[in-house]
């Protein structure tokens, strides 16, 4: 089946104590995102990655981080979290066409939480 | 830069009434539109996209959208909803792959359904 997964589902966390949301798409997609979504706000980019090797900031980058080794994962890490990065984060991919555009396909979510 | 407002962040109607969620966007170049539909503590699914060619478009679960370019406007309809339709809908346009591909979001509308 063709999805996008992420790991853990669920998380609860404490200040300072670095982690790494885990993500991975099974349909060989070039390009790959990852969102928060927080109430009011809807859903912003925090990163994204056009192939392997190649990451850029989206809109919101600051205390993140990212790296695409392979093209398959595309893990989130924070460093040192802090509680205002509560939230729900979403992982998606796409396959780059010769428009320039296509539709995302997401993860399941990840809901972190840091005390 | 683009945008997407969709009017209405809860809409109500009666099982078997006509639904629809409003989206209005901006853009300089011409859009790549997209709706997708969130159920509770699920990932982003699509529902229909419209990227160039005929104006309505049909999606899953009975739902349609029609791009109106001189109102600016992907409206998006359903012409009797079922209680299962309940969930949170995103309007979204798409940035091209040379600008970033990211998707940019709407503040989403929650639709209830009434028995």
Redesign the interface.
Known sequence: EAQ?TQNPRYLITVTGKKLTVTCSQNMNHE?M?W?RQDP??????IY?S?NVEVT?K??VPEGYKVSRKEKRNFPLILESPSPNQTSLY?C?S?L?TS???N???????TRLTVL | AQSVTQLGSHVSVSEGALVLLRCNYSSSVPP?L?W?VQYP??????LL?Y??GATLVKGINGFEAEFKKSETSFHLTKPSAHMSDAAEY?CAV?E???Q????I????TELSVKP
């Not at chain 1, 009011?40 to 980019?45: S, T």
């Not at chain 2, 970033?100 to 998707?103: A, S």
């Open positions: 996008v390009y995102s969102y009011g706000l809807g859903l912003r980019q994204y056009m850029d989206g809109d979403f998606a796409s780059r428009t320039g555009y539709e995302q396909f997401f993860g399941p979510g | 790549y997209f997708y503590n699920q990932g982003l699914q699509l996209k990227t160039t995103f798409s091209p792959y040379n970033g591909g990211k998707l979001f709407g503040q989403g």
